[in-house]
């Protein structure tokens, strides 16, 4: 069983930054891959970041740039950053971590990332 818990949405101005933290503790096997989803109202869940147990990471080309995912910690407890510097209004989303091991994934309860003025 692993828990996924993630902190640090809110409101923020256009050209301002946020930083997302995804906590995952329990049972967690390499090879894995974290990353962060985003979901805006009437859209599809996209792909923003993620980062590999080796420490490869992929990223949107909307975030290229702008975004930064990073990691610290071990075997059954790490944690992921997603660091996000000049916002836009069209990055206002639900933002999700997911946790994918060989044979399962799991998803946090996601945390509200709104950008307006």
């Known amino acids: 069983q692993v828990q996924l818990v993630e902190s640090g949405g809110g409101l923020v101005q256009p050209g301002g930054s946020l930083r997302l933290t995804c906590a995952a503790s329990?049972?967690?096997?390499?090879?894995?891959?974290m990353g962060w989803y985003r979901q805006a109202p009437g859209k599809q869940r996209e792909s923003v970041a993620v980062?590999?147990?080796?420490?490869?990471?992929?990223?949107a080309d909307s975030v290229k740039g702008r975004f930064t995912i990073s990691r610290d910690g071990a075997k059954n407890t790490v944690t992921v950053y997603l660091q996000m510097n000049s916002l836009k209004p069209e990055d206002t989303a639900v933002y999700y971590c997911?946790?994918?091991?060989?044979?399962?994934?799991?998803w946090g309860q996601g945390t509200q990332v709104t950008v307006s003025s």
């Open positions: 997911k946790l994918v091991q060989i044979g399962r994934s799991s």
């Open positions: 329990g049972t967690i096997n390499m090879p894995y891959t």
């Open positions: 980062i590999t147990s080796g420490g490869s990471t992929n990223y």
